[in-house]
DNA sequence: GAGCAAATGCAACAAAGTTGCATTTGCGTG
DNA sequence: CACGCAAATGCAACTTTGTTGCATTTGCTC
C-alpha cells in the first residue's frame, strides 16, 4: 500500500476492472487516456484506424461499466467518452446554439449552481444550454 | 386594426408568410397548432400518416424559416417542432438525464436566469441540463 | 386556361447506434 | 505447455434521424 505517482498502464487498469486484456482495449484506453477532452466514437474511430465500428462501441460501453471510461452525451446528442481520473477541462458548460446557423458557443459564462435533487439521484454533470439566434445570424433578417 | 379573437387559419398564415398554400403544409401547420408540446418529425409524421418523410423535412424546415414554427433541439438532440404563438406549457425546463438508463426526469426546479449574453446574440429557449445516475440505477451497484 | 417556378415524392446516401451470429482469442486448468 | 470454454471480436444487417439529387406534380399569375 505505498503510494503510486506512476500512472497505471492501460493493461494494469483491465486487470483491475477484472475483464480481458485484449489489444483493442488497450488501444482504445490508451487513446482514452492520451486525450486531452471527451471523445466521440467517430473521433475514437478515425485515431484508432481500423478498429472495427461496432467493437469499438462495445469496447467503450464495457470501459464505461467497469469505471474506467465516462459516457456523457454532449450538446448534440453524441455519446462521448472519457478515461476516468484523468482531468477534464471542459466539463461544466455554458452554451450558446444558434438555431438559425447551427453554430455552438461557449460562453465564458460560470455555470449556475445546479438545483436541489430528488432523493438517490448523484449528479456528474452539468450543461445550461442556451438556444437563440447568433449575432451574425440576427444581423440578415433572412 | 381591430382585435383579432378568432386565430387565423393555416391556410391565412401560409399566405400572410408569402409562401405557397399546399395540401400538405396545411395538414402539417394544423397539426403543429393543435399540438400541446413540440412535436419531433417522427412523431408528426406518425400522426399525419401518409406524408412524405423528406416532404415533412422540408416544410418544416420552411415553416420554420418563415417564422410560422420554431425549431429546437431536444436533449436528445431531436428537432423539435412547435407553431409559432401557440402557448408552449414545457419551454424552459430544468432536465435530469439518467446517464445509465437513459431516463429523463422533469425537475421542478425553476430554471436558473441566463447568464448575459454577448452583444446581437437573442436567447429563445434555455434548458438547464444535468446529467448523472437516478435513484433507481444508483441503487444498484452494477 | 397556359406556363413556370415552386413544391412534392422517390431513391439514395450519411452519421450514430444496435443486434445477431460465426469466428477468434484470453486465460485458467490440468 | 496445450486444451477448452467463455468472453471478445469482426462481419452483416437493420434502425433512427436527417440530407441531397432529380423527375414529376401542383399552385399561382398572367
Do not use: W
Not at 490508451?30 to 481500423?50: C, I, V
Not at 464505461?64 to 478515461?83: E, M, P
Not at 460560470?110 to 438545483?115: D, G, I, S, V
Request: glycine share 8%; with cysteine.
Amino acid at each position: 500500500m505505498n503510494a503510486q505517482t506512476i500512472p497505471p498502464t492501460p493493461a494494469a487498469l483491465l486487470r483491475a476492472a477484472g475483464i480481458k486484456v485484449t489489444q483493442p482495449r488497450l488501444r482504445v484506453l490508451g487513446a482514452l487516456r492520451a486525450a486531452t477532452r471527451p471523445m466521440s466514437h467517430a473521433e475514437l474511430e478515425a485515431l484508432l484506424g481500423d478498429v472495427d465500428r461496432v467493437t469499438l462501441y462495445r469496447i467503450l460501453d464495457t470501459l464505461a461499466d467497469h469505471g474506467l471510461a465516462t459516457k456523457a452525451t454532449d450538446v448534440r446528442g453524441v455519446f462521448r467518452f472519457s478515461a476516468t481520473d484523468m482531468p477534464r477541462p471542459h466539463d461544466d458548460h455554458v452554451h450558446f446554439r444558434c438555431s438559425r446557423c447551427g453554430g455552438v458557443f461557449c460562453l465564458k459564462a460560470a455555470p449556475p449552481p445546479p438545483p436541489r435533487l430528488p432523493r438517490g439521484f448523484r449528479l456528474e454533470e452539468a450543461d445550461f444550454d442556451l438556444r437563440g439566434v447568433c449575432a451574425k445570424c440576427s444581423g440578415r433578417t433572412s
